[in-house]
């Protein structure tokens, strides 16, 4: 008798799409627009840096309430209003004259992307897989990265060809086209609605939701007791201060050292698609060591492809070495990143509340996100040059690397928190490798 396929890779098919188009565009565009925008609206970089920086902070403070949300309500009614107000924003934006209008509607933008991506796409794939769940993440997460290769060259021809007003347009609309469709009839809430059990092949359950109450793993309350968890909180705060702050102002840096701005989109264009390979692999390869040590790598890594760029700053090295380590040594921290990083949270505390847990590290995510885009611009404004940021930024990634590989596994290395007085089984001698 032939198998029916698992639910459960729809569910990737639908986060996958979602993903390409909502967070690819919605994360990765912006830089396109940016010196745009100060051409034609006469802005200066740390104005425009602000817009990202309250996109940012909406998006993280955002993120725990959307975790509570989906833990009671489930996904779909959290990622359908959220991508309307996405694309809404989008479409809204091609009709700003004015900062407050562009910081309104970039607080919109974040809202609408916590609640559409990230945090949806991780939680579906944590309930839906166990045995394949490295992979599962892996191909879930390439698709914000294969998404930022194409749009970025895409949002670039767009702005070119039709200007930054009719871009911002035909990106909102195509958001709506093609999420609300994908989210509406393939994203289900957990393989327990379905009447099937995790990673397997419709087989029924004798009772509807009976797995989910066997969830295992840390509530919120006990995982923000150990000091793992506060390991990962400083980890996530220094890597997204560093990645995002990077992210905003390296296509503005190339170009003011003389690459035309259409090749200096190409590079950052190459980058994400270099992570591709990076999250495919590293997807396949956490499954059999612990994540932290991947993750710690993955940070040290970005250290030297910045610390090349400040070379290429000073007239050291040339540009074809410093593009070269930012598209192979940076591009595969960044995957690495991608990948791990959630899976090291279902490793260290497992699903039971992956949702919770991940919303409220959206605090720290955000304050760094919001800090180092704005501290990119401003440092520029005041220097007028990159390298002082850059440094910091260089800075935050290797302490994001110390912090991260400290951070020990909690339920593989003791299993579940000691309930009821009981003291937990500890297995430190036994650590995976």
């Not at 209008?101 to 970039?106: M, T």
């Not at 992570?275 to 991947?294: D, V």
């Amino acid at each position: 008798m032939k198998r029916k396929l698992y639910y459960g890779w729809w569910i990737v098919v639908g986060a996958f799409i979602t993903l390409f188009v909502c967070a690819g565009i919605g994360f990765s565009t912006f830089p396109v627009f940016l010196k745009y925008l100060e051409a034609d609206m006469k802005w200066d970089r740390t104005s425009l840096s602000i817009a990202s920086a309250i996109a940012a902070l909406a998006a993280g403070f955002a993120t725990p309430v959307i975790g509570g949300i989906i833990e009671r309500f489930g996904l779909r009614t959290v990622m359908l209003p959220g991508a309307v107000m996405l694309s809404s924003a989008y479409v809204l934006l091609s009709r700003i004259h004015s900062l407050g209008q562009l910081y309104f509607l970039n607080l919109a933008v974040g809202l609408g992307l916590a609640a559409t991506t990230i945090l949806p796409s991780q939680t579906l794939v944590s309930r839906w897989f166990e045995r394949r769940r490295g992979r599962a993440m892996g191909i879930v997460t390439t698709a914000s990265a294969l998404g930022s290769v194409l749009w970025i060259p895409i949002t670039s021809a767009m702005i070119e060809s039709y200007g930054w007003r009719h871009a911002y347009l035909m990106l909102g609309l195509l958001m709506a086209a093609v999420s609300l469709p994908i989210i509406f009839l393939i994203i289900r809430n957990n393989p327990e609605s379905m009447g099937i059990q995790v990673d397997d092949y419709l087989e029924s359950l004798q009772a509807p939701g009976a797995a989910r109450g066997n969830a295992t793993g840390y509530t919120l309350k006990e995982a923000t007791r150990t000091g793992t968890f506060w390991l990962v909180v400083s980890a996530t705060f220094f890597v997204v201060f560093a990645s995002s702050g990077f992210g905003l102002h390296i296509i503005p840096f190339l170009s003011d050292m003389g690459l035309p701005h259409t090749r200096a989109a190409g590079v950052w264009a190459a980058v994400h698609g270099v992570s591709i390979a990076a999250r495919f692999l590293f997807g396949y390869l956490s499954e059999r060591r612990q994540k932290r040590y991947f993750a710690a790598a993955a940070n040290v890594s970005r250290v030297i492809a910045l610390f090349s760029l400040l070379l290429f700053a000073l007239h050291v090295l040339p540009l074809a070495i410093a593009a070269g380590l930012l598209i192979l040594v940076y591009a595969s921290g960044m995957g690495c990143n991608a990948v791990t990083n959630p899976l090291l949270i279902s490793e260290s505390f497992g699903v039971k509340n992956f949702a919770k847990i991940m919303g409220l590290l959206g605090i720290p995510y955000t304050i760094g996100m919001a800090l180092g885009m704005y501290a990119g611009g401003k440092l520029f404004d005041v220097r007028h040059d990159y390298i002082l940021a850059f440094s910091v930024f260089a800075g935050a990634f290797f302490l994001a690397g110390i912090a991260i590989f400290f951070a020990k596994p909690c339920l593989l290395l003791q299993g579940e928190p000691a309930r009821a007085g009981q003291l937990p089984q500890t297995a430190a001698d036994s650590e995976a490798v």
